[in-house]
């Protein structure tokens, strides 16, 4: 049995789950999200809560469906009602980085600054080094920041570069001094 998949998902007020066509659709405050659903994969939405079944429980693939599509249910109803927020911070001697418009200029000691085009989903703010990015989905929230990161990954002598706030860096000693 697939302990995630076998809850059930409350839906706050506010956030309609409608089911059609093999197309969940989660709509509230914080904007729509849509999703194909898998044919294997049934979701029953009765009295404000959400449930999801499988047709096998005793298979392993639809076992691993039933789980991943309850987390996909519950992140998009929690999406649409509170949304994802994720921090990235820069660090370095130079390293810089402002809002242009609604795209981020990062200056992280290339030759020319990096100009990352945000999504229209992603929303961006910028305050000291500390980048902010919000959104309803979290999937792209994710891919958004780790795309980010990317651009230059936090260096374990010095820790420089761009790194998630929560992340913790493992830093190496540099080349100790030859003993005369």
């Known amino acids: ?38 044919e294997l994969v049934t979701i029953n ?17 639809e076992r691993s469906l039933w789980g991943t599509f309850s987390a996909h ?22 390293y810089r980085v402002a809002m242009q418009g609604t795209d981020l200029k990062i200056e992280v000691g290339f030759s020319h600054p990096v100009i990352y085009t945000m999504p229209a989903e992603v929303k961006a703010s ?15 929230l994710g891919q958004i920041a780790s795309e980010i990161r990317a651009i230059r990954k936090p260096e374990p002598y010095k820790g420089k570069g761009i790194k998630y706030m929560e992340e913790v860096i493992r830093r190496k000693a540099g080349k100790s001094a030859k003993a005369a």
């Open 126 to 140: 910028v305050e000291k080094n500390v980048i902010t990015l919000n959104s309803a989905n979290k999937e792209k």
């Open 73 to 94: 249910v519950k992140n998009m109803v929690l999406g649409v009602s509170e949304g994802f927020t994720r921090q990235l911070e820069v660090n370095g001697v130079g």
């Open 45 to 61: 939405i009765a009295d404000g809560v959400a449930t999801v079944d499988v047709q096998n429980k005793e298979e392993k693939f």
């Open 1 to 38: 049995m697939s302990r995630i998949g076998k809850q059930t998902i409350e839906i706050p007020t506010g956030v309609t789950v409608t089911v059609s066509d093999s197309i969940l659709a989660v709509k509230g405050p914080k904007g729509d999200l849509s999703r194909p659903v898998h």
